[in-house]
């Protein structure tokens, strides 16, 4: 039975990906991990056995603990959590609940090698537009929260990434880029296995923004000209970024609850 302490996989599947969403902890043991390496979109991979030392570093926020059933690990790290500050519920049923709910889980062996800290690091082309705002939205949105993104000239991507230890993406000839008619944000969706009806409907759109075809959704002009405006109003590209996260945000929320919502005033009623 739920309590004001445990969270629903259906509740949790609605919070995911939104701006306000809490800190998703998975702490199963190695073991458990090794058994299954996928994760819960959104989630970071932490141990319970030193829950001490990392969760001061979530004080103040909400957080939902998640261990393989939704038992003793997850309930001890939560209370620890709370103890430290942390508004921190569990998962009921753990990863196995999720997973038996047959709600998305992301493949983590496509995801590049983690920095000292955890971050996966990822460069691309500088002045960003559309795809190359929209796929590290869908990165901390959906794949790993705490992640870098390195934009430099477009001839040192390659290079920059073998030196930093990056992921380069959207340019060509590397695994993340388009594949013909798809874009590098539908490629991520795919690649991660985190397809859901709201973010393929947002890859419509990025794709037609992406790609001139105006024709694939009539809300893909749209965001092309608020992205070409986001490019001209910041010089700097991570400030652009976090005003884009913003823009893509809003986008997806349309996607997922608004479509069938309409603008019915004035009523353009003839008169008498």
Same mark, same amino acid.
């Given at each position: 039975m739920s309590s004001y302490t445990t969270i629903s996989s259906e509740k949790m599947a609605r919070l995911i990906g939104t701006a306000n969403a809490p800190v998703l902890i998975d702490v199963r043991t190695d073991e458990d991990f090794a058994a299954d390496r996928r994760l819960i979109p959104g989630s970071i991979k932490l141990s319970h056995g030193n829950v001490s030392d990392w969760g001061a570093d979530f004080a103040?926020?909400?957080a939902i603990v998640s261990c393989l059933r939704g038992e003793k690990l997850a309930q001890g790290t939560a209370a620890w959590l709370r103890q430290l500050? %942390?508004?921190?519920?569990t998962l009921e049923g753990g990863f196995e609940g999720w997973k038996a709910a047959k709600l998305p889980l992301v493949d983590t062996s496509k995801l590049p090698p983690r920095d000292a800290k955890g971050r996966t690091v990822w460069v691309t082309r500088a002045r960003p537009k559309v795809d190359r705002i929209a796929c590290p939205w869908l990165i901390r949105r959906f794949v790993d929260p705490t992640a870098v993104f390195l934009f430099v000239a477009p001839s040192e991507v390659v290079a920059v990434g073998q030196r930093f230890n990056a992921a380069p993406f959207d340019i060509?000839? %590397?695994f993340w880029s388009h594949r013909g008619e798809l874009c590098t944000f539908d490629v991520m969706i795919e690649e991660f296995g985190i397809a859901a009806p709201a973010l393929?409907?947002?890859?419509?759109?990025v794709r037609g923004a992406d790609t001139a075809r105006p024709d694939l959704a009539p809300e893909a002009p749209g965001l092309l000209a608020a992205s070409l405006g986001l490019s001209r109003m910041y010089d700097d590209d991570l400030e652009q970024l976090e005003a884009g996260m913003l823009l893509y945000d809003a986008f997806y929320r349309w996607c997922r609850d608004a479509t069938s919502e309409t603008h019915n005033w004035p009523t353009n009623k003839a008169k008498a």
């Amino acid at each position: 039975m739920s309590s004001y302490t445990t969270i629903s996989s259906e509740k949790m599947a609605r919070l995911i990906g939104t701006a306000n969403a809490p800190v998703l902890i998975d702490v199963r043991t190695d073991e458990d991990f090794a058994a299954d390496r996928r994760l819960i979109p959104g989630s970071i991979k932490l141990s319970h056995g030193n829950v001490s030392d990392w969760g001061a570093d979530f004080a103040g926020r909400s957080a939902i603990v998640s261990c393989l059933r939704g038992e003793k690990l997850a309930q001890g790290t939560a209370a620890w959590l709370r103890q430290l500050g %942390v508004q921190a519920e569990t998962l009921e049923g753990g990863f196995e609940g999720w997973k038996a709910a047959k709600l998305p889980l992301v493949d983590t062996s496509k995801l590049p090698p983690r920095d000292a800290k955890g971050r996966t690091v990822w460069v691309t082309r500088a002045r960003p537009k559309v795809d190359r705002i929209a796929c590290p939205w869908l990165i901390r949105r959906f794949v790993d929260p705490t992640a870098v993104f390195l934009f430099v000239a477009p001839s040192e991507v390659v290079a920059v990434g073998q030196r930093f230890n990056a992921a380069p993406f959207d340019i060509e000839n %590397v695994f993340w880029s388009h594949r013909g008619e798809l874009c590098t944000f539908d490629v991520m969706i795919e690649e991660f296995g985190i397809a859901a009806p709201a973010l393929l409907r947002l890859a419509t759109l990025v794709r037609g923004a992406d790609t001139a075809r105006p024709d694939l959704a009539p809300e893909a002009p749209g965001l092309l000209a608020a992205s070409l405006g986001l490019s001209r109003m910041y010089d700097d590209d991570l400030e652009q970024l976090e005003a884009g996260m913003l823009l893509y945000d809003a986008f997806y929320r349309w996607c997922r609850d608004a479509t069938s919502e309409t603008h019915n005033w004035p009523t353009n009623k003839a008169k008498a």
